[in-house]
């Protein structure tokens, strides 16, 4: 499995010299520190040089297993729910161009997590669920070399897909072979009665693992059991990337250290 | 330890014979069960016939641990840290009455849950807890026979004393003997690096808890380990109610029978 962390892309808009510096410095320390592999957090393609970007990962030695879309929600409100077809179309064309980077940097899957959206109380949610699954389907189809990774989220962020349950019975519906899920320790800790049930439960659609522990500081920080998910995943056959999607505590720089240090505690190899 | 659970009681202005009559209904399923307790949830004590209450507590053997508070804060927008100083009135009178409330019907504890507030982004952190400190402090002077019990709540729902270590320090600079702490195993589950190890910390201040799994289904419904957090009670020598802040799920009356089973299963004794 590949030892993956979060790092964020500079937006070219706000980036001054000294963002682009900032990212390079991150991807350094990452490399650094014994990471295979980060998972970029891009709120727009259109604004980043991508081939700049895949650049610095080859002088890093850093894989790209996937590419978190989630900032298009929370800074700009796009979502494949939203009642305005105009904020759809968006956010549907935010995610080819994501596809388009993924296949650029050479990537393989795309995260589709916030910018699912959320239903407003008194709307329709089997309105809502037609409107993702026309948007995903679409995008499913705009690429199907990349895959795409719904993630389940807990209930205090959205209302769509918040279990592992909810999230297959959504991926069994759309029925298509690049549409797969993410699985995040952060939130099984608040939706999964069993952790590690729920992972054998998704055994066929896993494709990408967020390992945050359940304050969401660096795993190890927490209560969640990370060795028997571990377990599980191996019994499962999981390959991909173990990814840390965290708060940057205690301090940036340390978060990055105890990651590393418990991902080799845990034994996770290359 | 009394064995509890959270019953809401019907609002005189909306109360129909019909919701009185299922408030009546609640209090006897409860007591036919065989909890021993009923934390009465309450969003006005003006709006509420407290003889009447206090007659069907009698008639079903159930004592009032605690009652709580934060109806008033979600329906009405009431809270000890509003920028507006009418709205912190309101919010200080309606903790006000429900401690005479407390009086009236036997009980021995108001929580402090979202009634604190939110803190907006931009607003001074000092100037919040401040306003916090001036409103519990005339409350704690009020009726000092009552004890205020101030719950740590999760991130997603406050950003005011989310753990226990944020609560202790609250409670230790407004020092007085009747603020004291709820610990909740739902909101643990997400704030507490360790759950029982906090108990222990906070073994000098808590005078109440709430059990509720991790995914906020009745305890045993999710993978909280209650066992060991009832031994940490059990070490620190708590007496108080064990009362259940669940949802109504699977279903209302399967709510009711899942969590007293559970706590017969735990070994919990009156």
């Not at 650029?104 to 589709?112: A, D, K, L, M, R």
């Amino acid at each position: 499995m590949l030892k993956c962390i979060v790092v964020s892309t500079p937006d070219a808009k706000f980036s001054a010299l000294a963002l682009k510096e900032d990212f390079k410095d991150s991807l350094r320390k990452v490399s650094e520190l014994g990471y295979d592999a980060v998972e970029l957090a891009v709120r727009d393609p259109k604004m980043i040089d991508a081939n700049e970007i895949t650049k610095l990962l080859q002088q890093y030695h850093l894989t790209v297993p996937a590419i978190g879309t989630g900032q298009a929600y929370g800074e700009e409100g796009l979502s494949f729910t939203d009642t305005d077809p105009e904020i759809r179309r968006k956010a549907l064309q935010r995610i080819k161009d994501q596809m388009n980077l993924a296949i650029e940097i050479g990537g393989s899957q795309v995260i589709i997590g916030l910018i699912r959206g959320n239903v407003k109380p008194g709307r329709d949610q089997k309105e809502a669920e037609k409107n993702f699954i026309d948007c995903i389907s679409e995008c499913l189809e705009f690429r199907p070399q990349i895959t795409l990774a719904l993630e389940p989220i807990n209930r205090y962020e959205t209302n769509l897909y918040n279990d592992v349950r909810s999230a297959k019975r959504i991926i069994d519906k759309v029925n298509r072979s690049n549409l797969r899920m993410l699985v995040d320790t952060f939130h099984m800790n608040i939706e999964e009665p069993n952790i590690v049930e729920s992972i054998r439960y998704a055994k066929n659609d896993i494709s990408h693992v967020h390992f945050a522990d359940s304050n969401r500081w660096p795993p190890g920080c927490g209560h969640i059991n990370f060795k028997e998910i571990l377990t599980a995943l191996d019994e499962i056959k999981y390959k991909g990337a173990i990814s840390a999607e965290v708060l940057p505590k205690p301090t940036p720089e340390e978060c990055l250290r105890l990651t590393i240090e418990y991902y080799k505690q845990l034994g996770i190899r290359s």
